[in-house]
């Protein structure tokens, strides 16, 4: 599996990215992904999965609504509207073990290279 993400830059609150975490071999068609993010001197934190077919979504208490994840045979995205400057922080994507939607990190044994997303007030 390569991951690679994409899709972050520098926006200013109430404005919308779009990241994209692609897999250049498309291997993660049957696995569950998810995306996190870590900020500055904070810990990695979870912020949404799907499974594998699409089926199942979950996503953090602080971003349900404003952010929606899906995902093809080769890509998945993370649809971010409304962002808050506390949404600031490096996003993974990352690749599960199994087919689920999961909210554990140690559940996941692939990880892209990050793409910050920077949100000014």
């Known amino acids: 599996v390569q991951l690679q993400a994409s899709g972050g830059g520098l926006v200013q609150a109430g404005d919308s990215l779009r990241l994209s975490c692609a897999d250049s071999?498309?291997?993660?068609?049957?696995?569950?992904v998810g995306w996190f993010r870590q900020a500055p001197g904070k810990e990695r934190m979870f912020v949404a999965a799907?499974?594998?077919?699409?089926?199942d979504k979950k996503y953090a208490d602080f971003v349900k609504g404003r952010f929606t994840i899906s995902r093809d045979l080769s890509t998945v995205n993370l649809q971010m509207n409304s962002l808050i400057p506390e949404d600031t922080a490096t996003y993974y994507c990352?690749?599960?073990?199994?087919?689920?939607?999961?909210?554990?990190?140690?559940?996941?044994?692939?990880w892209g290279q990050g793409t910050l997303v920077t949100v000014s007030s």
């Open positions: 071999r498309r291997t993660f068609s049957n696995n569950g």
């Open positions: 990352a690749v599960a073990r199994s087919s689920s939607a999961t909210t554990d990190s140690h559940r996941y044994n692939y």
């Open positions: 799907i499974n594998w077919r699409g089926g």
